[in-house]
């Protein structure tokens, strides 16, 4: 059986094929238009021999390439069996002809189409039509129906009028060919016997672009510190547009303590319990159109200096009502869009589910209880107070931008503020947060001096200020959300503009009786250690 070339189609475009068959009894195969040397071919439209004209374009005038009967607007058939249903024609040449309801601008490829009643201008680069006549030799053809075997994607089959159709979305291929075999079954009224023949039909569908996806990320992730965080990631993009990724590991394992969001980030700490050496994974990248690519990584866990730090912090215990409103604030995404987030899918990043304010960012871990005696003298209950909200930027030691830090500073009561606006208050207060920090960085472990990692402060307060060249510090304060850079800014600016719930944080009593101890040496979930004191 021979395959009739439907010819090729773009995406993002509607397509119509009339399938007919044209000889009387069983159906067969068809003829194809013969172009002349000035003509244009396009094989996407299949032509009976002698029965369809082209327009085209003859010194600024569009004209026909056959017969035309001007009384009704319409052409003279060689045919004279039957008039063609949907007769069609195609521009080789721009133009503008009058075709009976007024003059008609035509583009090359543009479709002149008769609906029984007029012709109308069909845009060549939004339709194609292909049109397969059936010819009626003997009205005792009075019906036809048509079955087929697996058609192209997003394609349907009329099986009363032979009209093949689709609407095809953006598709991110180069081109893809598919054969498909259509059955015609006519029915002898007269009879009641029924003739068919099958026919192969090929059609090709061309995506707009090579659209392929490959990944943007290095094999090799380079080196991270046993107990550090994680701000690695994987990406993976596409030539053209822009499509969604997802990643998934495909084989081998992660450092303990680390683990992939499916947006490409690789979220966690390396556990400290976790060899020094080199992982190596494979991950996948796939799209919603099936595109996959995969590549094998490499990542090396060292350590920094051959101690274990923790991290430990201090979180107000709401009510259930402060919770929900928190929690409405935080997760509205018109005040917090998620494509403004800096590594959304990681919950030490993204949008802060809890209201918490480091004391310290590495101090060395201990037994639990080691860490009581330092709190022997400063820690008791004490409340704090939620100042503004402010921005702060992140550059690693190259300039790089990596984020922005949205936050609302604590305000201490019990230290003078510069401001002097509680100017009757000591410059210090026992239990404030300077004391409780200076207890826990003078705090003894196994008899020696604790020590004191800053290179895991967040990176925002490492960051030297762009006019003075010194770095912020430790800063009191609960972070909000971090945002891709310069989008802090938008931040402000949506909580301003879309806080429906009004949410103030001056209405949340920032109350402490404990600190949160991340891992220590007896565990490595978070610990609670009660203040020995409610009171002085």
């Known amino acids: ?140 053809f009075d019906s036809s129906y048509w079955q087929q075997t697996t058609l192209p994607p997003y394609y349907n089959l009329d099986p009363v009028t032979g009209v093949l159709h689709a609407t095809l979305p953006y598709i ?96 966690g700490r390396v556990s400290y319990s976790e060899d020094i050496g080199v992982y190596r994974f494979t991950i996948r990248a796939s799209d919603q159109y099936g595109q996959t690519t995969v590549r094998e990584f490499s990542l090396s866990v060292i350590d920094y200096d051959q101690q274990q730090y923790t991290q430990i912090y201090i979180r107000p215990f709401l009510s259930r009502a402060k919770r929900y409103q928190y929690s409405s604030f935080i997760s509205d995404t018109r005040v917090f869009p998620r494509p403004l987030l800096y590594r959304p899918a990681d919950l030490n990043f993204g949008s802060q589910v809890n209201i918490k304010m480091y004391l ?61 606006s509680n100017i009757n208050v000591p410059t210090t207060f026992p239990n404030s947060i300077e004391s409780m920090r200076t207890a826990l960085q003078t705090m003894e472990i196994s008899g020696e001096p604790a020590l004191i990692d800053d290179l895991q402060l967040s990176l925002w307060m490492r960051t030297p200020d762009p006019e003075t060249g010194i770095r912020l510090g430790y800063i009191p304060a609960a972070v909000l959300c971090y945002t891709i850079p310069n989008q802090g800014i938008q931040i402000l600016k949506n909580i301003e503009d879309f806080n429906s719930n009004n949410f103030d944080f001056k209405d949340i009593d920032f109350e402490i009786d404990r600190l949160v101890v991340e891992n220590n040496l007896t565990t490595p979930i978070p610990e609670y250690l009660i203040f020995p004191r409610l009171t002085n």
């Not at 672009?209 to 991270?224: E, P």
């Not at 993976?236 to 969604?244: I, T």
């Not at 960012?361 to 330092?374: K, M, N, R, S």
């Not at 909200?389 to 990596?402: N, P, S």
Request: glycine share 10%; hydrophobic share 30%.
């Open 1 to 140: 059986m021979s395959i009739i070339d439907l010819g090729g189609i773009r995406v993002n475009n509607r397509h119509v094929i009339q399938l007919k068959s044209y000889d009387p009894y069983p159906a067969t195969g068809l003829k194809t238009f013969r172009a002349s040397a000035d003509d244009v071919w396009y094989p996407s439209v299949q032509y009976r021999e002698g029965d369809w004209i082209t327009i085209y374009n003859g010194g600024g005038t569009v004209y026909y390439n056959g017969k035309w009967n001007p009384g009704t607007n319409t052409p003279t058939l060689n045919d004279t069996d039957g008039y063609p249903v949907d007769t069609i024609y195609i521009a080789n040449r721009r133009g503008t002809v009058n075709l009976g309801n007024g003059n008609l601008e035509f583009q090359v490829g543009d479709i002149a189409q008769y609906n029984g009643t007029k012709w109308t201008r069909i845009a060549g680069s939004q339709h194609s039509y292909i049109c397969i006549r059936e010819h009626w030799s003997s009205s005792v």
């Open 172 to 267: 991110p291929i180069y081109s893809n060919t598919y054969t498909f075999t259509i059955r015609i079954d006519k029915l002898d009224s007269l009879t009641s016997q029924i003739g068919y023949s099958n026919q192969q039909f090929q059609l090709t569908i061309q995506g707009t672009v090579d659209n392929a996806l490959t990944f943007q990320t290095g094999a090799d992730l380079g080196t991270i510190y046993r107990g550090y965080l994680s701000e690695l990631a994987i990406s993976a993009s596409h030539q053209g547009p822009r499509l969604n990724v997802r990643y998934e590991l495909s084989n081998g394992n992660f450092p303990s303590g680390l683990s992939l969001g499916n947006d490409g980030s690789i979220i």
């Open 360 to 420: 310290e960012y590495g101090i060395q871990q201990a037994q639990l209880a080691e860490y009581t005696p330092a709190m022997e003298e400063y820690f008791y209950k004490k409340k704090l107070w939620f100042g503004d909200i402010k921005v702060a930027v992140a550059k690693t030691t190259q300039g790089i931008h990596l984020y922005d830090a949205v936050y609302v500073e604590i305000v201490d009561p019990l230290v003078r503020n510069p401001d002097q």
